[in-house]
């Protein structure tokens, strides 16, 4: 079972993937961990590139394939040989961060997008998909207060883009998860942690029964 959590900055993804990780392990199901751009060396190395807030100069091109490049090698890695196994995947952004980044984001064509995350994903799609969906200025804000706490100096190079950036992000997860349904779960991401675990849990109950 493959499950992928996604939302603009600050939404909280990262905290619920954390918790959904928790609530599988105790339940002995056999399930790990990853994120991208990250979730393999090589993919470490790429991350800090990505994040970089002094690489202002790289082009949304080059930025568009280090996500992808990333992705197949996490997919070739980490993600297929675990689903191979039969483990469960909770994976912190997975190919829908690079359509609404990216793709509406940044402007690279979607058809491009599309395509290129078919490849490096070598066909693999999330069975469930967490949208934390939240309005633009309290994700933000979030992301600034926990930037301040957490992350290490100078990796904020998309926190640090405008809010129409992360307001043509947020639609795009939106229009993502209106032509998906089947797929993506959105949830209220204003909610407090608990109740947004639980509303997780009772869509992957389902699953784990099965
Ligand atoms: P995060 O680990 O804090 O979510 O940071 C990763 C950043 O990378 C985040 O700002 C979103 C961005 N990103 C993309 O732009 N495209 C992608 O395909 C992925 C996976 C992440």
């Known amino acids: 079972m493959f499950i992928t959590l996604e939302g603009i900055e600050g939404c909280g993804k990262s905290t619920q993937a954390e918790r959904l990780y928790r609530a599988l392990k ?3 199901i056999p399930v790990i961990f ?16 990505l994040l970089a807030t002094s690489n202002r100069e790289l082009s949304p091109a080059a930025e568009f394939l280090l996500m992808e490049a990333d992705r197949a090698q996490h997919v070739a890695e980490v993600i297929k040989p675990a689903l191979k196994k039969g483990m469960w995947v909770v994976c912190d952004r997975f190919f829908d961060a690079t ?3 990216q793709g509406y984001g940044r402007g690279v064509d979607l058809a491009l997008v599309e395509r290129l995350n078919h490849f490096s994903s070598q066909g693999i799609v999330p069975d469930k998909t967490f949208l934390l969906d939240c309005p633009v200025e309290i994700g933000l804000s979030r992301a600034m207060e926990r930037n301040r706490i957490w992350k290490k100096e100078g990796e904020g190079r998309f926190e640090d883009e405008d ?3 992360h307001q043509k992000v947020r639609q795009g ?3 993502l998860a209106k032509s998906a349904p089947g797929r993506f779960v959105v949830l209220d991401a204003t909610r407090g942690e608990e109740e947004l675990e639980e509303q997780i849990f009772q869509h992957i109950a389902p699953l784990v029964k099965r």
């Open 99 to 101: 359509v609404a980044y």
């Open 34 to 49: 990853t994120r991208e751009p990250g979730g393999t060396r090589i993919g470490e190395e790429i991350r800090k590139i």
């Open 173 to 175: 997860y939106l229009e």
């Open 26 to 28: 105790s339940r002995a």
């Open 163 to 165: 809010v129409a950036f």
